[in-house]
């Protein structure tokens, strides 16, 4: 009896699916269906060119491999590929494919063209199946320039955002990046800009997404075959702002369709603006040639807030809420948390809080009591003998094999990451760290702290046993 091209698919996809995660199953092969068997030759339907070009460059070897287990050796596989789902005789329009078996199939087009250019355009925030509306520019309206305070750690950023915010796209600013430590006003800056260009010229399309939920909507988009709708969309905004770029990492196609967009908007003199927690010299899984772009006009860093800074931060709160604090608190306040705007906040809401359930006058002895667990982390001092001696605990190697010769790979590593744990959370230079770890120089130093960044952002389970001795550590 012979098999029908449903059955040899099946049989495939029970294959493929014993040799690739689960999600990328579900994204990649789901949505596949079998057409038709002649003779040898297999034919399946795809969603989109896009998938296509996927499936031949990641997984043409293990599809290969499958059909000739099925069909036998002359097996082969075509595919028929959906190229616009909106044709008016109620069926897609498709053009066919033979699969090229060498992963070729990447170069022949980067990125799908639309079809008809005269198709509304579909908005990702909204539900499909609506028309479409106006765009929601996604922005939080309490992010403004004015509730955002200027001190020496912003005014750069905070100079060139209102520039921008002035004259979008018509500056060399553009594209615009934000980058800084987490808790800094990244986030803040980026909406008040987008914010001011709202108020001050209604007429432009602004956009603020998130870089996880970008990349959501080009994986939900290729699913549905919705793929020129996203572009079109986005590629239609007067000024997108892009959070977190940070986590494009690793995501190249979504890299690819972000590249795609970037150089529409740029060429049309749109306006760009990214965040990103490290300037782009220090991004790491981005393309070389994304980053380049990201370099054409203005990276700005947001640095720790001073003292003064901090007051007027908590002062601005103050007055936001409608409330009074002795000076004496904000002063203690401001002077024990001191690396993050966020958790500045967030000590502030805490004290209120308990101030409020507990009817009690806010009063230095009230906020000493109350922040304690805040401070607990900032104004801790971690030894370089204490690090030593938790990492070797947690490796289970003796304490004085770490300062010894021995190229051992667990004593090594063991040793390598006291040095980058010692450099990030004590203030000791990186010669003493050398001589503490068994007389060696800063350089060695250096690259173990080099050694282990790559590491970590590179193999899991390091990472893993790095974050459990920082936990370790604070929690000590």
Known sequence: ?????????????????????????????????????????????????????????HYVGLLRKTVKQQLGEEGR????????????????????????????????????????INKDIKNPFIIPGLKKLNVDPQLNTNYTFESYVEGDCNRLARSAGFAVAAKPGATSFNPL??????????????????????RSQPDKLVIFVSCEKFCQQFVESLKNNTINDFVNFYQAMDVIIM???????????????????????????????????????????????????????????????????????LRKKM?????ELPAEVVEYVANNIDNNVRELEGAMVSLLAQSTLNRKDIDLSLAKSMLKNFIKNTTKEISMDYIQKLVCEYFEVPVDMV???????????????????????????????GAFYGGRDHSTVIYACQTVED????DKKFKGYVTDIQKKLKLG
């Open 243 to 313: 959070d977190d770029v940070h986590n494009f990492a690793g995501k190249e196609k979504t890299q690819d369709i972000f590249f795609h967009i970037f150089n529409h908007l740029h060429q049309s003199g749109k306006q760009i603006i990214i965040t990103s927690d490290k300037p782009p010299k220090d991004l790491l899984g981005l393309e070389e040639r994304l980053l380049s772009r990201f370099k054409w006009g203005l990276s700005a860093d947001l640095q720790i807030p001073d003292l003064e800074t901090r007051i007027a931060i």
């Open 403 to 433: 300062k010894s010769p021995t190229r051992k790979r667990e004593i090594v590593q063991a040793r390598q990451i006291s040095m980058y744990l010692s450099k990030s959370l004590t203030k000791s230079s990186l010669k003493s760290i």
């Open 177 to 198: 990046m934000i980058y800084g430590a987490v808790g800094l006003g990244k986030t803040h800056l980026a909406q008040a800009i987008g914010n001011e260009i709202r």
């Open 77 to 116: 596989l075509e595919y028929n590929i959906v190229v616009d789902q909106s044709s008016n005789s109620g069926s897609p329009y498709t053009t066919s494919m033979p699969s090229n078996g060498n992963g070729a199939a990447s170069k022949i087009q980067s990125m799908p063209v639309p079809v008809s």
């Open 1 to 57: 009896m012979e098999k029908t091209c449903t059955e040899v698919w099946n049989n495939c996809l029970q294959i493929i699916k014993d040799n690739i995660p689960v999600q990328s199953f579900k994204t990649w092969f789901e949505p596949i269906s079998a057409l038709k068997l002649e003779g040898n030759v297999l034919t399946v339907q795809v969603p989109s060119l896009f998938f296509y070009e996927w499936l031949e460059e």
């Open 319 to 323: 007055y936001a809420d409608g409330i």
């Open 455 to 458: 590491l970590i952002d590179t």
